[in-house]
Each structure stands twice: as structure tokens, then as C-alpha cells.
């Protein structure tokens, strides 16, 4: 077994120092057209590369001659890895940095470093020298891969940070019904399709701990593949979610508790609708503890009313009460089947017709209304909508 200890720190330290110091001034003198060749090189390797305006293959050069005169300096100096490697991003063009991904930049330093292992080793005086050279560019290039990695993840944190903030602006915006303008901008900076259908869905968020307590509902709709935006009022989670959103498969992530989701409305801009319903809704479904999950904020308008919803009194009378008045007997079939507890022939008797004519009567109740008396939660429905329509002081509805 041999006895050779594997090399560590004081290694590299005695490579980078075996280099010599005329060695180190030919470097510095060369690093300019080092870094011209790394960016032909690029030119030629990379296709995307030639999409880059002017500007950003400039700023592409200024990286490579940073790094270039930051790898001699390196080689001086053991202790000034971390500051030197991450100098040279720091001077790359805020545009750059939005245009190039991690995956090109990573393309870019791979091409870089095998520029430098062509051409930097020929300049050491002998074999030993050489192979120092070699030593220093392998670790210098995994040092600026990690910078760059280091470099794009606080970028992309700061991006999620102001993305976030921008998120729960619009959302707040939806709740509040604010201006149109303000929320169609911020809405297209994240990308959201501001005439695309919106569904607003209400529950209690997720029990996770910060920072990032609505971790599990972006996760859902990611592996779902829709679209949402997400904020809170008070202590409720809001969601915006964009068309073909499966909101079974979402709601599944939300916290305990009643999901509540409002209309689906034709762009952002009505989205207001959607989102007054879902929390007036979410307000009064405890008064249905029997509620599906999540549920409509329509399929809640008996217990919105009782909660004191003036939208929902309009929205019953004007959808169920309304289309019975007009219908010839309908609304008295249906007060007479209902007074007979659900009986047909006893609802017959009490009309003076053939049983299959109540029949006939409930289907189109159904049909004009949504809700057949036969259901005990039609019956509800259309027991509470007649009497709010008779007792409402403007009249019956139309």
C-alpha cells in the first residue's frame, strides 16, 4: 500500500507559487488576447452566440478579459480565490446577465477554460512549470463555475423576492377591483395572460412553516401545469387560477378546512367578480358543514344569504325566482310539490292534474333554473329564492 499522502491545500498553494514571476508578467501581457480567442472561439462553438446584440457580446469580452487578468492574479495570490472569481460576473452588463441563462454561462466558461489549457500552459519555462499551469486553470475553472452558479442563484432570488411582492400586488389588486391599468402591467411582467378566463379560489393556507408557507399550492399547480397567482387577505390564501386549472387537484393543497372558488370570469379584469364571491362564499360555508371540497360560491347562495350577501339575494332571485315567474304554473307547481314534502301524486291531487304532468313541470323547473325540487338541496334553493323574490320591496324579479 503506498505511502503517498493525497495532495491538499498546501499543494495547489506550492503549484501556483512554482510559477515564476517573468512566467506570471507573459501572462498579464497575453491576457487580452486570451480573452479575444475565448469569445471566437465561443463565436464559432455556439450558435445562440451570434443572436447576441453587439452590446452583449462586448460585455461577453469584458467578462473573459476580467477573468483572464483574474486568473494571474490568482496565481499570485492563494487567498484571493473567492473575491477574484466572482469579480469577473460582477462586471458583466445587467442585460447580459438577464439574456445569457446559468446552462449558456456554463458553455461559455467550459469553452473559456479550454482556451486556456491550449494556450496558457506553452507559457511556462519547462515541463514543471507546465504542469502547475494546467493544475492552476482546472482549479480556476471550477472556481468561476461555482462563482457563476453563486452569482445566479442570489440573481434568481432576488427575481423571486420582487416576483413575489409583484404577485400579491396584483392579487390584492383582484380582491380590491383597483385600477385596470396597474393590474393588466403587473399581471404581464409575471408573464400572466391578462385576457386569459380567471377562477378565484379561496381556503386556508397551507400549516407549513415559513419562509415559504404556499410552497405546496405553487408545487400542485407546477406538477398540474396551470397557472396561478397567489396572495392572501387576511388570513386567507387567494388564488387566481388561469384556464383548464384543475381546481380538485389544487384545492387538495390547500390548508384544512372549506375551499371556496367564485365564477370563471373572461380575463383578469372581472376577476373582482370571481374573487367577491369566493370569500363571501368562504365566509358562509360553515352554515353547510355537508359542503363538497372545494365548492362553487354559486352552489352557497342559501347560506350567503343568511350570512346577509345582497348579491347573492339579487343573484337568487334574479336566476331562480325570475325565470319561474314568467313560466305559467311552474312556481305554483313547484310550492305545491314542495308543501306536499316531495309527494308527486299527493302534488297532483292538490293541482288538479295527472302526476305526469308535475313531472313534466319539475323537468323544466330544472331546465330553467338548475335546481329540481326533487333534490333537497333544489328544494332549498328554490323554496328560499321564491320567498326572497315575494318578500323583496322592488317586486318580483325579471
Do not use: C
Not at 209 to 226: Q, S, T
Not at 278 to 295: D, F, I, S, Y
Not at 313 to 337: C, K, N
Amino acid at each position: 500500500m503506498s505511502s503517498a499522502a493525497a495532495p491538499g491545500p498546501g499543494h495547489r498553494t506550492r503549484a501556483r507559487a512554482a510559477v515564476r514571476a517573468t512566467t506570471l508578467r507573459r501572462l498579464e501581457k497575453a491576457s487580452g488576447d486570451l480573452a479575444a480567442a475565448s469569445v471566437t472561439a465561443m463565436a464559432e462553438r455556439l450558435a445562440w452566440f451570434s443572436r447576441l446584440t453587439a452590446e452583449q457580446r462586448s460585455g461577453v469580452l469584458v467578462v473573459a478579459q476580467t477573468g483572464a487578468a483574474n486568473f494571474v492574479e490568482w496565481l499570485r495570490d492563494p487567498d484571493a480565490t473567492p473575491r477574484l472569481t466572482a469579480e469577473a460576473f460582477r462586471t458583466a452588463p445587467i442585460d447580459l446577465a438577464r439574456r445569457v441563462t446559468l446552462r449558456q454561462t456554463v458553455e461559455l466558461v467550459r469553452i473559456a477554460i479550454e482556451v486556456f489549457e491550449e494556450r496558457i500552459p506553452p507559457f511556462g519555462a519547462d515541463e514543471r512549470e507546465e504542469a502547475a499551469l494546467v493544475q492552476a486553470i482546472l482549479r480556476f475553472g471550477r472556481e468561476v463555475a461555482f462563482s457563476a452558479a453563486t452569482v445566479y442563484a442570489s440573481a434568481a432570488e432576488a427575481r423571486g423576492a420582487w416576483d413575489a411582492r409583484l404577485e400579491a400586488l396584483v392579487v390584492d389588486a383582484v380582491v380590491r377591483g383597483e385600477a385596470e391599468e396597474t393590474l393588466l402591467s403587473r399581471a404581464s411582467a409575471l408573464g400572466w395572460d391578462p385576457a386569459a378566463e380567471a377562477t378565484v379560489v379561496v381556503g386556508e393556507p397551507p400549516a407549513e412553516e415559513p419562509p415559504e408557507p404556499l410552497h405546496a399550492v405553487r408545487r400542485a399547480a407546477h406538477r398540474a401545469g396551470a397557472t396561478v397567482l397567489l396572495g392572501t387577505h387576511g388570513a386567507k390564501l387567494v388564488m387566481i387560477a388561469g384556464p383548464g386549472a384543475p381546481l380538485a387537484d389544487l384545492s387538495a393543497s390547500f390548508g384544512p378546512g372549506a375551499v371556496v372558488h367564485g365564477p370563471t370570469v373572461s380575463g383578469l379584469t372581472a376577476a373582482h367578480r370571481s374573487a367577491t364571491a369566493a370569500l363571501a362564499g368562504h365566509r358562509a360555508v360553515r352554515a353547510w358543514p355537508g359542503a363538497p371540497r372545494p365548492v362553487a360560491a354559486d352552489d352557497l347562495l342559501p347560506e350567503r344569504v343568511l350570512d346577509g350577501d345582497a348579491g347573492a339575494v339579487d343573484q337568487l332571485r334574479r336566476e331562480v325566482a325570475g325565470p319561474l315567474r314568467g313560466a305559467g304554473d311552474l312556481e305554483t307547481t313547484v310550492e305545491s310539490y314542495l308543501d306536499a314534502a316531495g309527494v308527486l301524486e299527493a302534488a297532483a291531487r292538490r293541482l288538479f292534474v295527472h302526476p305526469n304532468t308535475v313531472r313534466y313541470r319539475l323537468r323544466r323547473v330544472a331546465e330553467l333554473t338548475g335546481q329540481h325540487p326533487g333534490d333537497a338541496r333544489g328544494a332549498l334553493v328554490l323554496r328560499l329564492a321564491m320567498g326572497l323574490d315575494r318578500l323583496s320591496p322592488d317586486g318580483p324579479a325579471r
